[in-house]
């Protein structure tokens, strides 16, 4: 199962959502202090040995082999210090500071991780399960049951309006920040059913010609966000009270503060801005 010819291996080693990393120098990206300082760099530990965290790793998994190199994800417990010259990092810190083959496995391992931790009794009968050597499921001994790790698809949907585009607040945002709407899929649903009904329960307004726009590996702890383009049709905003602060129509040109430019709400955002931009800008 490991690579052909086992050598040293990469870690993702995490605390929480912590990931272990050995990191350069911090450096701020612009002269602009309200820019926060990044590391110039970082990697992930490399070590020989499967049990160089000895006893104290809660759970060890192997992840597969990348380009000749073994990569394994272990789960430290909470409150453990980083060993020298390493620290605990949040995956966002490492977005394009990380390898980006290694920043994209993080998730994944992140995932793993917690699904091997949320399932090791059977769901069923609760009998301890088994790992199975050569596939990545838990089985239980007693009754059977199999568990796979799981992804809960979760749909974003961006409305437009004419010129305008329906952003809205969750009471968690910073201050002053709007994104597209978003909700989990239920059991049952369709992602476009699950379009109309996020859209339709949080701000009561109705869309149609939906269009596929990407989607986005969330590992917090197991989503899919399915993003998506549609059209206002009828309704008037009714922001729900208690998922919605404040729901607004914005002019493409005018927009507020956007999440981050690591989140795929931002990619719709941008995407679907600088479309709108080049269709008024052609009848200007
Ligand atoms: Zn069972």
New binding site residues.
């Given amino acids: 199962m490991t690579c052909e010819s086992p050598g040293e291996g990469h870690w993702f080693v995490f605390r929480g959502d912590q990931l272990l990393v050995e990191m350069g120098p911090l450096e701020r990206p612009s002269d602009d202090l309200r820019v926060r300082a990044r590391p110039a760099w970082a990697r992930l530990p490399l070590h020989k040995h499967h049990n160089w965290l000895g006893s104290t790793a809660n759970r060890t998994l192997y992840l597969g082999c990348l380009a000749g190199t073994d990569l394994w994800a272990a789960e430290l417990s909470a409150g453990s210090e980083p060993p020298a010259g390493m620290s605990w990092e949040g995956l966002r810190t490492l977005f394009t500071v990380l390898e980006d083959g290694h920043f994209a496995l993080a998730g994944r391992a992140l995932q793993l991780i917690d699904w091997d931790r949320t399932h090791q009794y ?1 769901g ?4 301890p399960t088994e790992a199975k050597r050569d596939e990545r499921v838990r089985i ?1 001994p ?4 199999s568990a796979y790790p799981r992804v809960a698809p979760a749909v974003m949907a961006l409305v437009r309006r004419g010129r305008e585009l329906l952003l809205a607040r969750s009471p968690h945002f910073p201050p002053g920040m709007y994104s597209a709407l978003a909700g989990f899929v239920e059991p049952g649903e369709s992602l476009e059913q699950c379009l109309a009904r996020e859209v339709a329960e949080e701000v009561g307004v109705q869309i149609s010609n939906t269009r596929y726009f990407a989607s986005q590996s969330w590992p917090f702890p197991h989503s899919l966000m399915i993003a998506f383009v549609c059209d206002w049709v009828s309704g008037e905003l009714r922001p729900q009270a208690s998922e919605i602060e404040a729901a607004n129509w914005f002019d493409v040109l005018q927009l507020p503060k956007l999440p981050s430019k690591i989140s795929i709400a931002r990619r719709l955002i941008d995407a679907v801005v600088a479309q709108m931009r080049g269709e008024y800008a052609g009848k200007a």
Wanted: charged content about 20%; hydrophobic content about 30%; aromatic content about 0%.
């Fill in positions: 059977c069923r009968c609760g009998a239980c007693a009754c059977k049951l």
